[in-house]
Nanobody, 122 residues
Framework: QVQLVESGGGLVQPGGSLRLSCAAS????????MGWFRQAPGKEREFVAA????????YYGDSVKGRFTISRDNAKITVYLQMNSLKPEDTAVYYC???????????????WGQGTQVTVSS
């Protein structure tokens, strides 16, 4: 069983930046595609970004393209989400995901973290 632990959420002003981290542990495979989804109150869950195990392939939701960057450190089995030019509509709980398959924007990831709150407000 893979455990995913997110960190880095918090309160930031519009136009500001945050970096989320997600560390994976456990499981029997060291090769996981990883990514991020988010869900705001009263809204459906939304795909944010994903990265293949090799890091060669990255995927972004339309609402974050050009502002967010996903990256990973395989030695630490950790994925990062650098969020710049944050807007109030980015406010949501952000969930880290992982799967042995390279699923891209699909929500069929086997493993999900507990989530970290990101609030963008002045």
């Amino acid at each position: 069983q893979v455990q995913l632990v997110e960190s880095g959420g918090g309160l930031v002003q519009p136009g500001g930046s945050l970096r989320l981290s997600c560390a994976a542990s456990g499981g029997t495979s060291s090769s996981y595609a990883m990514g991020w989804f988010r869900q705001a109150p009263g809204k459906e869950r939304e795909f944010v970004a994903a990265i293949s195990w090799s890091g060669f392939s990255t995927y972004y939701g339309d609402s974050v393209k050009g502002r967010f960057t996903i990256s990973r450190d395989n030695a630490k089995i950790t994925v990062y989400l650098q969020m710049n030019s944050l807007k109030p509509e980015d406010t949501a709980v952000y969930y880290c995901v992982a799967d042995e398959m390279n699923l891209g924007p699909s929500d069929e990831y086997d493993y999900w973290g507990q989530g970290t709150q990101v609030t963008v407000s002045s």
